[in-house]
């Protein structure tokens, strides 16, 4: 029968040189799944980048919005002298070339 | 990063200052909860809800205490309200009586191994953390965070917002539990 204050003693000092328990491997990762579904909450770096691109991205579309509208209005415009021209052409029976070169 | 720079950058919500964090402080939390807790699984679901209180909480962390000082509070806060919830849980559950015949509480098989246990003690160790959990809560986190997390009787009182000396006397009457419970636990065994 082994001592019993012995074996306490032994139990006590079970926990010498003790190392701390580590968690599984990815644990941010799964910690970063967890807080995206709970909280919507999206804790990766690239979304820095993604909101780095977003703004130029923006700006281009900005500007090929404001492209295409002056495109579509310079057209019209030249689409109304056109028929300006042409109407001219009509009310003094002038042949194209003349009406072209007059007007 | 400095901590005051972490904090900073934490409380302005910067991505790489919190992963920073958790990998700063993932194992000091884990072993923490673990070994109050004793369950793998439930360490890991509890270590994730301290840093999502971090997260949650920034804001309200006052510079008056060190960054792992108040992470260790939540750390010992969150394994708390779980220990809690199973006891009260237990006490509603139609379990098979643990008591002996002199109404003692009998000493519970030993089912959790801390894997950072040196080999040789481990079946010492299983024995020691069932004393543990037999402990009232002060005394289970004080004598924990100690002998178990390595803090200084100084650090634990400032996780515990207690005394030094308080400390001092929650592992002076620990340590008297633990051997109380362990006599009678190897007294039944030597019977």
């Known amino acids: 029968m082994k001592d019993i204050d012995k074996q306490i003693a032994e139990t006590l000092n079970s926990l010498d040189g003790i190392n701390r328990a580590e968690p599984k491997p990815f644990f941010f990762t799964r910690l970063e799944a967890r807080m995206e579904n709970e909280m919507g909450v999206s804790t990766h770096v690239t979304n820095k980048l993604k909101m780095a691109l977003l703004a130029p991205i923006l700006a281009c579309s900005l500007l090929l919005s404001v492209a295409s509208v002056y495109t579509v209005l310079n057209y019209n415009s030249q689409d109304s002298s056109l028929s300006s021209k042409q109407a001219f052409i009509q009310e003094y029976g002038l042949n194209k070339s003349v009406g072209s070169i007059i007007y | ?191």
């Open chain 2, 1 to 191: 990063m400095e901590e005051e720079t972490l904090v900073i950058n934490l409380k302005n919500r910067d991505k790489a200052a919190f992963r920073q964090l958790v990998e700063t402080y993932q194992v000091r939390v884990y072993n923490t909860v673990l070994s109050l807790v004793q369950h793998n699984e439930e360490a890991e679901d509890i270590a994730q809800e301290v840093f999502i209180e971090v997260y949650r909480s920034i804001e309200k962390f006052r510079e008056d205490s060190t960054l792992s000082t108040w992470i260790y509070r939540i750390a010992t806060t969150k394994s708390l309200e779980t220990i809690r919830k199973k006891k009260t849980q237990k006490r509603f559950a139609f379990i098979t009586s643990l008591l002996g015949k002199n109404d003692e509480l009998i000493h519970q098989p030993a089912d959790f191994e801390h894997p950072g246990v040196v080999a040789e003690n481990k079946e010492l160790a299983q024995n020691l953390f069932v004393a543990i959990k037999e402990l009232p809560d002060n005394q289970r986190i004080a004598y924990t965070l100690v002998n178990v997390e390595g803090l200084s009787y100084q650090e634990t009182a400032e996780a515990m917002n207690i005394t030094k000396s308080s400390v001092e006397s929650l592992i002076f009457r620990s340590k008297r539990n633990l051997k109380k419970s362990l006599k009678t636990y190897y007294e039944e065994l030597d019977k």
